[in-house]
């Protein structure tokens, strides 16, 4: 089982539309969470961290559900140039290490 | 500033040949990464370095060398290059690093494509 899952996609929605997607973590000891956007054949970049009483940046929402060991990202009146891959990360402090879900690609359609 | 500069962009092998990629920043951070991303596999850690003369195995290091002789480069070699290295390489630098109390953004450079036949 991979340690960071995240449903790869595509997510093909229309401009203005409200998309969100989760993220599942295998390792409890995981220590802080982020969202990377990864535009095509260019290099991750951060978008968010996500913090345990849920936050927001502009159009974008992140939640944590520690319990349920799940992150999501919810993209409000998404935009053309939302389209891109989305990279769930985890930090794992004891290990000294950042894990990276495989991403989940969103396409967003005029 | 650069950011994070890795040279060279893309690069062809023949298997068993050697090969060096530079990494190099100018933000004057602690930590580096190298890591490589595979279709379907996200990225994975090769090796990273806390500081300039120490450097670590991370998740993926068999077949890779590290040094990090000068704070601000972080070089990575294929001894004997093998078709399982094809694959984008990416490099990363943090300021605090991962064992720091407040987790600092890891910046990436853009990437080398490289390809073993």
């Known amino acids: 089982r991979k340690e960071v899952e995240q449903d790869p996609g595509p997510f093909n929605v229309p401009e203005g539309a409200t998309v969100a997607f989760n993220c599942t973590y295998s390792n409890s000891a995981s220590q802080s969470f982020f969202w990377y956007r990864q535009d095509c054949r260019k290099e991750p970049k951060l978008l968010m961290s996500?913090?345990?009483s849920g936050n927001e940046d502009g159009r974008f929402t992140a939640q944590l559900n520690r319990a349920s060991q799940y992150i999501s990202l919810l993209i409000r009146d998404s935009k053309l140039s939302d389209s891109a891959t989305y990279l769930c990360?985890?930090?794992?402090?004891?290990?000294?290490?950042?894990?990276f879900g495989s991403g989940t690609r969103l396409q967003v359609q005029p | 500033n650069a950011g994070v500069t890795q040279t060279p962009k893309f690069r062809v092998l023949k298997t068993g040949q050697s090969m060096t990629l530079l990494c190099a920043q100018d933000?004057?951070?602690?930590?580096m990464y190298w890591y490589r991303q595979d279709p379907g596999m996200g990225l994975r850690l090769i090796h990273y370095?806390?500081?300039?003369?120490?450097?670590a195995k991370g998740e993926v290091p068999d077949g890779y060398n590290v040094s990090r002789l000068k704070k601000q480069n972080f070089l990575l070699g294929l001894e004997s290059a093998a078709p399982s290295q094809t694959s984008v390489y990416f490099c990363?630098?943090?300021?605090?690093?991962?064992?720091?109390?407040?987790?600092?953004?890891?910046?990436f450079g853009p990437g080398t494509r490289l390809t073993v036949l």
């Open positions: 990363a630098s943090s300021y605090l690093g991962l064992a720091g109390v407040r987790y600092n953004e890891q910046f």
């Open positions: 996500v913090y345990s």
């Open positions: 370095s806390v500081g300039e003369g120490t450097t």
């Open positions: 933000m004057n951070h602690e930590y």
């Open positions: 990360v985890v930090l794992d402090m004891g290990r000294r290490a950042l894990t």
